[in-house]
């Protein structure tokens, strides 16, 4: 029937019944992810209407200047999934240590890892930002959550997705069947499947790179961003440069039209030599959808999901998007 779409509820319904993975557990954990992302989306329409812009004065785990709008969407997330009763634990991109469900609360096997608010530095110029979680289970014995439940490899995931604030409210996510998109219609207040199956292109005509950073890359760096702006590259001709400054929603673009996404290492920062990326809310989710999508997510050198993380804040390089262009990085980045 026209105008009638697929809720993301039937989604979830429909592929629970297919694959024995996606439980009612992971239904409800996503229940909520949702209802956190509506009042999140609700506050980021109106953020340049009301003081929830602009900075609160403090400073997150990462030395960055916290603004009053990713802080609010880490405490919904927090305050919201700590009552999904699915979860023992979380870990936010703006917590310094990992936040366990208060015993008092319903508890689950599952743990979240999300950042709250990817590229919030756009929040003030009305650009795209996005919500980035992942979901694993619990493997250590017992009811106790250690560290190293987080300190996974990103194979490990179950689950993982964003959801981008921009002219539509979107979520995108993957249980390990594939990758499907939804778009919220805000008359009904549901996310409808828009997107279903989205296959990255083999090789896209976009490359993103933060080119301010040129003079702190290493020589392997500096040609193969070179590589994608010249006439020898495989399509014979420069890709274009679109850099959004939000890594979800750079990811996105290449997701659906192709193309390559890069954040290497520079020294920049001595306390960043691995570049400013996090590997547990930034690289191991966005790769894991990559690859359900055919692409591909390196560090330059390895499979991004190989990866074991060995602290809850790592950063690593970044070369992530179509298939063709990540191995064509990687190679010229494997280089000496
Ligand atoms: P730069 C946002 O802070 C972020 O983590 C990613 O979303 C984005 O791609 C990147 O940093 C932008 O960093 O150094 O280019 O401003």
């Not at 440069?241 to 890069?262: K, P, Q, T």
């Not at 992530?320 to 990540?326: Q, R, T």
Request: proline share 4%.
């Amino acid at each position: 029937m026209e105008g009638i779409g697929i809720s993301v509820m039937e989604h979830l319904l429909l592929s629970q019944r297919e694959s024995p993975a996606a439980t009612g557990q992971f239904t409800r954990l996503l229940t909520e992810l949702i209802f956190s992302a509506k009042i999140i989306a609700r506050e980021v329409k109106k953020a340049g209407l009301v003081d929830i812009l602009g900075l609160t004065g403090d400073i997150n785990v990462q030395g960055e200047q916290v603004r009053k709008l990713d802080d609010f969407a880490n405490r919904v997330l927090i305050y919201r999934m700590q009552r999904c009763g699915v979860l023992c634990a979380m870990a936010s991109e703006e917590n310094a240590d990992i936040i366990e469900v208060p015993e008092d609360m319903p508890r689950g096997s599952y743990l979240l890892v999300f950042d709250p608010l990817d590229g919030s530095a756009n929040i003030d110029v009305n650009v795209n930002i996005g919500t980035i979680f992942s979901i694993y289970r619990k493997v250590s014995e017992g009811d106790t959550v250690r560290l190293s439940d987080f300190l996974r490899t990103g194979l490990e995931q179950v689950a993982a997705g964003y959801f981008l604030y921009g002219p539509s409210t979107m979520l995108v996510y993957s249980t390990g069947d594939g990758v499907s998109g939804f778009t919220l219609d805000p008359s009904v207040g549901e996310f409808l499947l828009s997107h279903p199956k989205i296959v990255m292109p083999e090789r896209g005509k976009t490359y993103s790179v933060n080119e301010a950073n040129e003079m702190y890359w290493d020589e392997r760096t500096k040609k193969t961003v070179a590589f994608f702006k010249s006439n020898q590259n495989e399509r014979g001709k420069p890709y274009r440069a679109r850099y959004i400054g939000a890594l979800v929603a750079d990811f996105h673009r290449n997701l659906l039209e192709g193309g390559i996404f890069m954040y290497p290492a520079d020294k920049k920062d001595p306390a960043k030599p691995r570049g400013k990326l996090r590997i547990l809310c930034e690289a191991f989710p966005l790769a894991f959808l990559a690859e359900q999508a055919g692409g591909a997510a390196t560090d330059g050198a390895m499979r991004i999901l190989e990866i074991q993380a060995k602290t809850l804040h790592e950063r690593v390089p970044l070369f992530i998007g179509s298939k063709a262009d990540v191995e064509t990085a990687t190679r010229l980045m494997r280089q000496i």
